[in-house]
């Protein structure tokens, strides 16, 4: 079993910054990789960002490429991701999840999200 836990998340205006945390604790060392994806509401869930746990190649979503940055601490076992140049579409629950392959994603464990609200 892995166990992740979000934290980070908030109320920030359009232009602002937030950075996200996923704490993993547990089995980690069959995880991966880990990413972050995010739920509006209506809405399914999408990918956002990912990042290999060795080597920590990263991959983007087109819609966040060059605003936000996926970056890992293998000491902590945790994972962040940056977030600059916020938009209202932005607003969303931001998940993270560690999966057993890349880069295509097959996701092992989901945490329980972190509410991130764009106000514009």
């Known amino acids: 079993q892995v166990q992740l836990v979000e934290s980070g998340g908030g109320l920030v205006q359009a232009g602002g910054s937030l950075r996200l945390s996923c704490a993993a604790s547990g089995r980690t060392f069959s995880s991966y990789a880990m990413g972050w994806f995010r739920q509006a509401p209506g809405a399914q869930r999408e990918f956002v960002a990912g990042i290999r746990w060795s080597g920590g190649t990263t991959i983007y979503a087109y819609p966040v490429k060059g605003r936000f940055t996926i970056s890992r601490d293998n000491a902590k076992n945790t994972v962040y991701l940056q977030m600059n140049s916020l938009k209202s579409e932005d607003t969303a629950v931001y998940y993270c999840?560690?999966?057993?392959?890349?880069?295509?994603?097959?996701?092992?464990?989901w945490g329980q999200g972190t509410q991130v609200t764009v106000s514009s």
């Open positions: 999840a560690s999966s057993s392959t890349w880069p295509r994603f097959e996701i092992e464990y």
